[in-house]
């Protein structure tokens, strides 16, 4: 009788363990997949582009940095947001996830 005590209480222990390590994953806001778009006003420079491309493209717009850029482009892909690189006489250049 003992046995059989220790057994379920293993292996109900083990359930429990095993529901608490795979519940339900957290909603994510955005997919992170290392693509952004770049948009000088209205006008989209860049569509799907890798995110070492799509700084070194606003760096040179912009006339910044490429490396605080590319820091801003991995912010963007993983939250969703769109964030301003710089403003020009045209629009603001943009950096948003695709």
């Known amino acids: 009788m003992l046995r059989a005590k220790r057994f379920f209480a293993t292996l109900f222990a083990v359930s429990l363990m095993a529901v608490g390590l795979t519940g339900p994953a957290a909603g994510q806001v955005a997919v992170q997949d290392g693509l952004v778009n770049v948009a000088i006003g ?44 710089c403003e020009t006489p045209t629009g603001p250049v943009t950096i948003e996830q695709n």
Do not use: H, K, Y
């Not at 890798?50 to 940095?65: L, P, S, T, Y």
């Open 42 to 85: 209205d006008v989209e420079v860049l569509n799907d582009a890798r995110i070492g491309v799509a700084a070194v493209v606003a760096a040179n717009i912009c006339g910044v940095e490429v490396g605080p850029v590319a820091v801003l482009g991995r912010a963007v892909d993983r939250s969703g947001d769109t964030a301003t690189v």
